[in-house]
T-cell receptor
Framework: DTEVTQTPKHLVMGMTNKKSLKCEQHMGHRAMYWYKQKAKKPPELMFVYSYEKLSINESVPSRFSPECPNSSLLNLHLHALQPEDSALYLC??????????????FGPGTRLTVT | KNQVEQSPQSLIILEGKNCTLQCNYTVSPFSNLRWYKQDTGRGPVSLTIMTFSENTKSNGRYTATLDADTKQSSLHITASQLSDSASYICVVSARSGGYNKLIFGAGTRLAVHP
């Protein structure tokens, strides 16, 4: 099983709402990632978790709060977002963070619209 | 500055034809290079991954080449199909801050017409 699943597929939220994006993998991977992708742009790294600990935060605003409850799950908590945060949010996982030949497997993404 | 540049930005070809997409990179220190296919609104799917010692790698109708000396890569698609319509992203892995960071190109949007 080389699948990364993400829920929900689509999310529309107001600027005062609190919502969460979920990501799950059962490949035994110990590194998990959140990316943000705007239309016709490449993905931009947001966070990296390694062995359930946050190891990289690419200067992401605090209105995005990641959480890794266990090695298979990754959440992204959203609060007080802005319309410019509307994007495709991608989750990915890899065997670990540091292997040279590691492969990152991406989920299908959550299409977020902030109104 | 680590950069990955792809050309062309977009490409239209007829079904059954071949095409080649280009990727130039200035990434150091280089770990590996991979090509991803991304359908609109979906996550990227890996096609190939190559280290500096690999010159060519195939995955079905997709063949990637890597010239580590000139820092160039290409993705050749043979006998294109309508389902090949997607964005193709060249991604170079760089060792940064103790881990492998992915540097993404902007992608080439391929449209295959019947």
């Amino acid at each position: 099983d080389t699948e990364v699943t993400q829920t929900p597929k689509h999310l529309v939220m107001g600027m005062t709402n609190k919502k969460s994006l979920k990501c799950e993998q059962h490949m035994g991977h110990r590194a998990m990632y959140w990316y943000k992708q705007k239309a016709k742009k490449p993905p931009e790294l947001m966070f990296v978790y390694s062995y359930e600990k946050l190891s990289i935060n690419e200067s992401v605003p605090s209105r995005f709060s990641p959480e890794c409850p266990n090695s298979s799950l990754l959440n992204l908590h959203l609060h007080a977002l802005q319309p410019e945060d509307s994007a495709l949010y991608l989750c990915a996982s890899s065997h670990d963070r540091d292997r040279v030949s590691y492969e990152q497997y991406f989920g299908p993404g959550t299409r977020l619209t902030v109104t | 500055k680590n950069q990955v540049e792809q050309s062309p930005q977009s490409l239209i070809i007829l079904e059954g034809k071949n095409c080649t997409l280009q990727c130039n990179y200035t990434v150091s220190p280089f770990s590996n290079l991979r090509w991803y296919k991304q359908d609109t609104g979906r996550g990227p799917v890996s096609l190939t991954i190559m280290t500096f010692s690999e010159n060519t790698k195939s995955n079905g109708r997709y063949t990637a080449t890597l010239d580590a000396d000139t820092k160039q890569s290409s993705l050749h698609i043979t006998a294109s199909q309508l389902s090949d319509s997607a964005s193709y992203i060249c991604v170079v892995s760089a060792r940064s801050g103790g881990y492998n960071k992915l540097i993404f190109g902007a992608g080439t949007r391929l449209a295959v017409h019947p």
